[in-house]
């Protein structure tokens, strides 16, 4: 059973507009939330996290919420670019719980097209 | 530049053998991450070693061994036993999790089967 799902396989903006990924979660064990941009046949790099402390995170275009109570959060990227075009993965830990700290739970990830 | 660095960027099995892909950083890092991504699908957690001398199965950790006999290096090593070896693998390490619960990944290694 999925703990991190990222229901849009894909999404198609305008540049200039605002993308929003979605991600949701079913464990409420999970305290420390990252995204993570990727490129074809590169390694994941990290883009903005979130503590479960917090209910918003910014950094330049990028914006991660987080809904605790819906199992919620999603990433805003304000304005969309070109260069942003690429598979976002959402990605969940426990840090506190069990014996595994710090290893990450990813979604399937959202291709994200940014047109011209 | 501090880093992790993942060879041979391509890898060809051949039937029955054995492949080990290399996993180096530089950046200190206590704990280090084998991951599989298959098409369409998000990271599947092979091993990982959270310390020197150490390691624990992922997820999907049939087929596959590590090693982690210094703190900069942790091999894989994909078997004979591992039926579907095709794939993209990521290395990624990680320091402290206390204060920044963040992998840092290399730039992969595909292997195929001939």
């Known amino acids: 059973d999925q703990q991190v799902k990222q229901n849009s396989p894909s999404l198609s903006v305008q540049e200039g507009r605002i993308s929003i990924l979605n991600c949701d979660y079913t464990n409420s064990m999970f305290d420390y939330f990252l995204w993570y941009k990727k490129y074809p046949a590169e390694g994941p790099t990290f883009l903005i996290s979130i503590s479960s402390i917090k209910d918003k995170n910014e950094d330049g275009r990028f914006t991660v919420f987080l809904n605790k109570s819906a199992k919620h959060l999603s990433l805003h990227i304000v304005p969309s670019q070109p260069g942003d075009s690429a598979v976002y993965f959402c990605?969940?830990?426990?840090?506190?719980?069990?014996?595994?700290?710090?290893?990450?739970?990813f979604g399937k990830g959202t291709k994200l097209s940014v047109k011209p | 530049d501090g880093g992790i660095t993942q060879s041979p960027k391509y890898l060809f099995r051949k039937e029955g053998q054995n492949v080990t892909l290399s996993c180096e950083q530089n950046l200190n890092h206590d704990a280090m991450y084998w991951y599989r991504q298959d098409p369409g699908q998000g990271l599947r957690l092979i091993y990982y070693?959270?310390?020197?001398?150490?390691?624990q199965k992922g997820d999907i950790a049939e087929g596959y061994s590590v090693s982690r006999e210094k703190k900069e290096s942790f091999p894989l090593t994909v078997t004979s036993a591992q039926k579907n070896p095709t794939a993209f693998y990521l290395c990624?390490?990680?320091?402290?999790?206390?204060?920044?619960?963040?992998?840092?990944f290399g730039a992969g290694t595909r292997l195929s089967v001939l």
């Open positions: 990624a390490s990680m320091g402290s999790w206390t204060s920044e619960n963040i992998q840092y």
């Open positions: 070693s959270q310390i020197v001398n150490d390691f």
């Open positions: 990605a969940a830990s426990a840090r506190w719980y069990g014996g595994s700290q710090g290893n990450l739970i």
